[in-house]
């Protein structure tokens, strides 16, 4: 007698189960608005990502396209005027990002350039020196061998004011 009891009561759970499909709440995840990113009507927030802009040298994508990027990257000039607080702000960035490989001398005697396999490039040396603004800014942006690029951490700015140190820290010998 107990199943006969059963197996309306399954029906009917069956029946509005089935029913249950058919409301509006069924497709919610389906049916709901999406916000791409790109297309936000939001304005940008202060030190977001630009979509439009960026980085104003191009990304090669050989050895032979570095080499002519960075002759081309000769041509930019540096927009941040050696300043003594341009220069005080390049030397607090130089030590928390270059110091530890390019050492407080610029010799590339840090603590993690002298065990690189390559050591780092000699800022002190003519090779440096007599390139333009715009090929070390290059070099900062894009990297080089074992240099990691700065893109990313630091910006347009702060690379130019590392430049800006470079030249009055290490241009004199």
């Known amino acids: 007698m107990r199943r006969m009891g059963q197996g309306p009561a399954v029906l009917a759970l069956l029946?509005?189960?089935?029913?249950?499909?058919?409301?509006?709440?069924?497709?919610?995840?389906?049916?709901?608005?999406t916000a791409n990113p790109h297309e936000s009507e939001a304005p940008a927030g202060p030190g977001s990502v630009p979509i439009e802009g960026g980085e104003t040298l191009p990304?090669?994508?050989?050895?032979?396209?570095?080499?002519?990027?960075?002759?081309?990257?000769?041509?930019?000039?540096?927009?941040?005027?050696?300043?003594?607080n341009s220069i005080a702000t390049g030397e607090y960035l130089f030590q928390i990002n270059c110091l530890v490989c390019h050492g407080s001398d610029g010799r590339g005697t840090g603590t993690v350039g002298s065990i690189l396999e390559i050591a780092p490039v000699d800022l002190n040396?003519?090779?440096?020196?007599?390139?333009?603004?715009?090929?070390?800014?290059?070099?900062?942006?894009?990297?080089?061998?074992?240099?990691?690029?700065?893109r990313d951490a630091l910006s347009q700015d702060e690379r130019w004011h590392v430049i800006n140190y470079i030249r009055a820290e290490f241009g004199s010998e």
Not at 59 to 84: H, R
């Open 125 to 150: 040396d003519a090779y440096t020196q007599d390139q333009a603004d715009g090929q070390i800014f290059f070099t900062l942006t894009r990297g080089r061998g074992t240099m990691p690029y700065y």
């Open 15 to 33: 029946v509005f189960s089935v029913a249950g499909w058919g409301y509006p709440w069924d497709k919610d995840m389906v049916d709901q608005p």
């Open 59 to 84: 990304a090669p994508t050989t050895e032979l396209g570095m080499f002519e990027a960075k002759d081309a990257a000769a041509s930019v000039q540096n927009p941040v005027p050696a300043s003594l």
